[in-house]
């Protein structure tokens, strides 16, 4: 029966070099026994795709933006973009002094944007007149994330996260949910940590140590208990 491991990458896949390349060679175990590895991350495809190459890390597919944009290999297969009327529509009530960040495909489609937060005006008045201007957008949301340590208004789909992308992708191989598991380590994880075979990385935030089957200090471990079926399941 064909597995399916999707995996957070920052503080989860790459705690350290060192503890990098063993998951890497567990990877490369786990996709020849003819099961599929997912990359999942927050990063945009450009930031991501620079640790890919530099480490040279192998993947089935990757999905980028907490799902709003999925690959194949090297190949785009999905994407789930902001439209551009409710862009506009940010753009025209938000201050004309702050300029906002974008995350976009290669088709120049954005997958999200944000703007960033520097003690310079009211955050509290703009995130709270952002989210009055999207009422008619059900399927965005605006609030409060931090990127690094910087702490930024951001907008994005809240339709679309790391589970949604997960079930895409697993549907597409024919992988059955009940053999899907799920590694991460923060809250940007929860959603499909709770909806399959979920685990918390080691250091994980409390949330999603609550909603996870158990924990691991690496995702090599996790691997080779799915490998070999010794793995709690739900």
Known sequence: MKNMI???YDETLYQNTYQLRENI?????????????????ARPYHSIKEEIDKYNIPFDYLSCSDGTHIFYNDSYLASAPISSKAI????????KHLE???????????????????GTYDEEKVLSLINENL???SNLSAFYEYIWEDKVIMIKRCDISK????????????????????????????PMIKDFNGYAIIGAKEEVHDVSLGCYKTVSELIYNVSKNTVKVK
Do not use: W
């Not at 506009?88 to 201050?95: E, F, L, Q």
């Not at 120049?108 to 520097?118: P, Q």
């Not at 589970?163 to 929860?190: H, M, P, Q, W, Y």
């Open 6 to 8: 999707v995996s957070d």
């Open 25 to 41: 060679e567990a990877i490369k175990d786990f996709r020849n026994q003819g099961n599929i590895f997912v990359l999942s991350t």
């Open 88 to 95: 506009k529509k940010i753009t025209d009530i938000v201050p």
């Open 100 to 118: 906002p960040v974008f995350s976009k495909n290669s088709e120049n489609e954005v997958l999200e944007m944000y703007y960033k937060i520097d």
């Open 135 to 137: 009422k008619e957008y």
């Open 163 to 190: 589970s949604t992308s997960a079930k895409k992708i697993a549907r597409r191989e024919k992988v059955d949910f009940r053999r899907v598991f799920t590694i991460g380590d923060g809250l940007n994880d929860v």
